[in-house]
């Protein structure tokens, strides 16, 4: 079977990282990947001429890419190919035509996701959810993104916002979540909550310090298991995935954060079956990003955008 | 487009309903309706019996049915054709071979389905759904049922119990529910939770309490109403639904539920883009389960049961 080649560019506040995957069929593999400076203060201009050089630089070679995804963190008008909100970018990036002014740039169809939805691509295709019908998953980063997988596709929802599992209501009058909503998975599971649970400046250190034995930080893992246990048992009982696979710098943790989990799920399913349920770590670390959004790029790969045919 | 006819079951504790429809490729319309007795203390050989000669009045016209679903209010095995766990019928109704001793009887298909996912494929078909390509559904009756409907398709998960959105935690460490969780959403949402919260004895009475002006009935309402907002909201950044169709007997206070559940929604959803959702009333009344039920069993109509082959 006829191999293709895509990039995939995920966009952060801090880190612009890339990976050039190759298709054939079903059949995914990661060919390189990396990372620069995103530079956001340089102004938007000099971030998509960053971006336009990534892919040049990925042309160069036998194995140049037909195609171009772009994950950014938050939201999106996929049929305008432009960003709607990047809550962690400069005010410049709301309304920014992406497809357009990179798509001009580099020549070939470019395509945007949400970059939660984008781990949950690369996951399902190469990663912790390989082989699933049903999956859902969760990034826990300075916020916590959700993605949810349902025969076999990821659902986008009808503006790409589907999937927003950090924003389920855990605790009717918890603590204030960015969203503007009390009690958000998020308002528990974010970074810096996780941090202070954990009585450390970071989740890393979090991570750091449970390994090394820290029994507060220890039990400040288990709490946030807690609080993601329920998250996804209301998963669980929505949509009976096959696996629910966690991602984020956190998930390093292990079974530190997923056995709180596990037995908070335990304890709430009890209509469905949890032996079909597994709970697992991702696979693809800080890379699923870039390389989800490989996969959703190539979906138009016999695609030329109007501004390109013109 | 020639047409075909499909009768459906509803198996309740109380009452057998059933419905004859007609299709005709994807338009159904409802030829008739009616209800009998369950019987249930009679033994389950005498309602299959009963509804072996529902089957049979059905088919004695020009309009004879060509398959038979049936709705159950539990657990089944789709695949053994067998109930699994129904908690509000006789113990002998655990591991009943229905399709085989119903399909003896008939001497038809017959496909067996949660009375909750025929509430749903019932308003997606020929209710309140009409046209979506994602909706979910809530049936508050003496528990409370759910369904999830993703890219045209109702959610069943691996076992049938895909979309039960009843057994959703919405408050940690909130009321016990039947399932042995606490908070579930019919912990708060279930019949007799109903009508204590408005001071009546039955969700009927509450509903023409409040009709009628009673300030306690009137605030009971909006209380649930709030919960199941909460749970509406929980869905509503997992799928986006377009619609959330509200049913079960207590729906029929219109908007002295369903205006606390979008008040609710629009406190706590702010990822997704709220003019996109319609929450709206249940049309199919009781009868929702029996057409729903006789919607699945004529997605078997190519299908001929080993049972009847032999």
């Known amino acids: ?5 895509h990039l995939g560019l995920d966009l952060g506040a801090t880190n612009l990282k890339w990976a050039l995957l190759e298709r054939r069929g079903d059949a995914w593999s990661i060919r390189d990947r990396g990372q620069t400076p995103t530079g956001a203060d340089e102004g938007a201009d000099a971030v998509l001429d960053r971006m336009a050089a990534l892919v040049g630089e990925a042309s160069a070679g036998a194995d140049a890419p037909g195609t171009v995804g772009v ?32 798509g001009r740039r580099v020549g070939m169809p470019v395509r945007l996701v949400n970059d939660a939805r984008a781990f949950g691509l690369a996951e399902l295709w190469l990663g912790a959810g390989r082989g699933c019908r049903t999956m859902a998953g969760f990034v826990l980063g300075t916020g916590v993104g959700g993605v949810v997988v349902v025969d076999g596709h990821v659902h986008f929802g009808h503006d790409g916002t589907g999937g927003e599992l950090g924003h389920q209501t855990l605790l009717p009058d918890g603590p204030p979540c960015t969203c503007g909503n009390r009690g958000c998975l998020e308002a528990f599971a974010r970074a810096d909550r996780i941090a202070a649970a954990c009585g450390t400046d970071t ?7 449970a390994r090394a034995g820290d029994e507060t930080a220890i039990a400040g893992l288990a709490r946030i298991g807690s609080w993601l246990g329920i998250a996804v048992a209301n ?21 530190l954060l997923l056995e709180p989990v596990r037995a908070e799920v335990r304890r709430r399913v009890h209509v469905t ?38």
């Open 1 to 5: 079977m006829d191999a293709s080649r």
């Open 71 to 102: 994950g950014v963190p938050g939201l999106y008008d996929a049929e305008r190919g432009t960003t709607t909100f990047l809550p962690n970018l400069p005010p410049e990036w709301t309304n920014l035509p992406v497809v357009a002014e990179l």
């Open 203 to 209: 989740p890393e250190e979090a991570v750091r310090a």
């Open 235 to 255: 998963v669980a009982v929505t949509l009976t995935p096959e696996r629910v696979v966690i991602g984020g710098g956190v998930a390093q943790a292990g079974d």
């Open 273 to 310: 079956d949890l032996a079909q349920l597994e709970i697992v770590p991702a696979e693809l670390g800080p890379w699923a990003g870039a390389i989800g959004a490989g996969v959703h790029g190539a979906s138009v790969a016999a695609v030329t955008p109007s501004r390109l045919a013109s």
